[in-house]
């Protein structure tokens, strides 16, 4: 019974997080349908850097300066994949073109995302 219970508990808190009906829950579903997960993951070979912390961190960039990665920094990373290049990567994103929605919903998630800062892995070597 108890176990029930939980598992009920368990279900609800799955769905309100990650579920399709949040806009999270939609930016979750259309990184992994547009395939910018294949770039980022928290692999330190990954093609580009992971999510996990950016939102709200300072985002050291190729040009020496920094920004800090607020809402605007997000959709200008998503829109314009050319204009702020993070230290350490190479400008290998491309060109998505997606409506507002669709970008904010993406915003909502990696927002989501900013608890845990991991350390930005910047496995290429400036040359
Ligand atoms: C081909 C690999 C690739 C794909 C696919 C890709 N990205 Fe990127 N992305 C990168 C690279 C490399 C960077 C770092 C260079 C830069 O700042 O542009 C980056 C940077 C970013 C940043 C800034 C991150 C930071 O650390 O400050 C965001 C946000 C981002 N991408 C979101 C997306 C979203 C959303 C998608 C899918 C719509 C996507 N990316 C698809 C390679 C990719």
Redesign the pocket.
């Known amino acids: 019974m108890n176990r029930l219970i939980v598992a009920f508990a368990i279900a609800l808190v799955v769905a309100s997080c990650g579920g399709a009906d949040t806009a999270s829950g939609r930016g979750e579903a259309?990184?992994q349908d547009?395939?910018?997960v294949?770039?980022?993951t928290d692999d330190a070979n990954a093609?580009?850097?992971?999510?996990v912390g950016?939102a709200g961190s300072e985002?050291p960039?190729d040009d020496g300066s920094s920004v800090v990665?607020d809402e605007a920094?997000?959709i200008r990373?998503?829109v314009e994949?050319?204009?702020?290049?993070?230290a350490g990567?190479?400008?290998?994103?491309?060109m998505?073109f997606?409506s507002d929605t669709e970008v904010d919903d993406?915003v909502a998630y990696?927002l989501s995302l900013s608890g845990d800062a991991l350390v930005?892995t910047m496995p290429f070597d400036e040359e």
Do not use: K, Q
Request: charged share 10%; net charge neutral; proline share 16%.
């Open positions: 259309l990184v547009l395939g910018c294949t770039c980022h093609l580009g850097p992971p999510w950016v985002r960039l990665a920094y997000l990373s998503i994949p050319g204009e702020d290049i993070v990567w190479r400008p290998a994103m491309p998505f997606l993406i990696l930005p």
